[in-house]
């Protein structure tokens, strides 16, 4: 699912540049073609014949297209200023000690503050959960009680590392006993102990599949 949100972004990118592009030209034409045909009535630009028409035609096309083109500009600054201000400005109000969060926007920086490592007990549902930072996803203080569930997520400029369980890491933080439910996850590092989900974009080996090496070599002993 993230793979095809990802394709599509981009594809809708490139369809958004081409469309960028047509807009400022083409009325640019369309603007010049009339002005170099109205423009023959006009006896200061009709004295210098089909020179005045056609310099009148590329004025117009020159000044429409820039236009335009400035207004694309501007239109695309504005989206890059918004999802800057998604990936560095202020999360919503929340309340720190509650145990279900719901259509949030949080940040790691505020789920853990600097020195802290740990987020427990907690339920995320439609929330966006917003980097940078690297966070381990399903640890769980007993095992042998429901496991943590993320479900129905999406990731976006997410890398997803599959780890040893007996490993520890020093940086991450690690949400416990924590449930996700339809959540974005955006600008971050996820680690996860178990690969459970093949539609996010994993930058690690499947380590269920084993070393393809060592397969062949225990074939040709047996």
Do not use: H
């Given at each position: 699912m993230a793979k095809f949100s990802q394709s599509m972004e981009r594809l809708l990118s490139v369809a958004s540049s081409l469309f960028t592009f047509s807009g400022s030209i083409v009325p640019g034409t369309i603007l010049g073609i009339v002005m170099a045909y109205l423009s023959q009535g006009v006896g200061l630009i009709n004295q210098f014949g089909a020179f005045g028409w056609i310099a009148c035609g590329l004025v117009t096309f020159l000044l429409t297209s820039m236009s335009f083109a400035l207004f694309a500009k501007t239109q695309l600054w504005r989206v890059e200023r918004r999802h800057r201000a998604r990936l560095d400005g202020e999360g919503l109000d929340f309340d720190p000690m509650a145990r279900v969060y719901q259509n949030k926007r949080l940040y790691l920086r505020d789920l853990a503050p600097l020195g802290r490592k740990r987020v427990n007990g907690k339920k995320f549902i439609n929330?966006?959960?917003i980097g940078p930072g690297t966070a381990i996803i399903g640890m769980?203080?007993?095992?042998?009680?429901?496991?943590?569930?993320?479900?129905?997520?999406?990731?976006?400029?997410?890398?997803?590392?599959?780890?040893?369980?007996?490993?520890?890491?020093?940086?991450?933080?690690g949400f416990w006993d924590c449930d996700f439910e339809g959540c974005n996850f955006y600008h971050m590092t996820l680690l996860f102990m178990g690969r459970s989900n093949d539609t996010l974009n994993w930058i690690t080996p499947d380590f269920r599949q084993g070393n393809l090496l060592e397969a062949q070599e225990h074939e040709q002993q047996s």
């Open positions: 929330c966006e959960i769980n203080t007993d095992p042998s009680k429901r496991m943590s569930v993320m479900s129905d997520c999406n990731t976006y400029d997410v890398d997803c590392i599959e780890i040893d369980p007996s490993s520890q890491s020093n940086l991450a933080i």
